[in-house]
Nanobody, 115 residues
Framework: QVQLVESGGGLVQAGGSLRLSCATS????????VGWYRQAPGKQRELVARISSGGRTEYADSVTDRFLISRDAAKNMVYLQMSNLKPKETAVYYC?????????WGQGTQVTVSS
């Protein structure tokens, strides 16, 4: 059973930085795609960033140049480095991994950005 476990969320002031981590139970390069989504209260879950098995990255327009997704095969980890955070980015952040026949989600980690 493949599992995803997020960590690294917390409270940060506007303009601050956080690094989210997602521990995967297998090599993150083995997924078709791994990425991060977020869901704010009362809103739909949205893509933040993702990276394909071949290394192609995709970012939401609102986070380009501020967020960076990366992965570490040796540690079975996926990271999301976030900088210059904004209050509107307060949300639960979810790790996602895509396989040919399934979509996997972590339990989420709360990020709160205070003004």
């Amino acid at each position: 059973q493949v599992q995803l476990v997020e960590s690294g969320g917390g409270l940060v002031q506007a303009g601050g930085s956080l690094r989210l981590s997602c521990a995967t139970s297998r090599n993150p390069f083995s997924f078709n795609v791994v990425g991060w989504y977020r869901q704010a209260p009362g809103k739909q879950r949205e893509l933040v960033a993702r990276i394909s098995s071949g290394g192609r990255t995709e970012y939401a327009d609102s986070v380009t140049d501020r967020f960076l997704i990366s992965r570490d095969a040796a540690k079975n980890m996926v990271y999301l480095q976030m900088s210059n955070l904004k209050p509107k980015e307060t949300a639960v952040y979810y790790c996602h991994a895509g396989l040919r026949s399934a979509d996997l989600w972590g339990q989420g980690t709360q990020v709160t950005v205070s003004s």
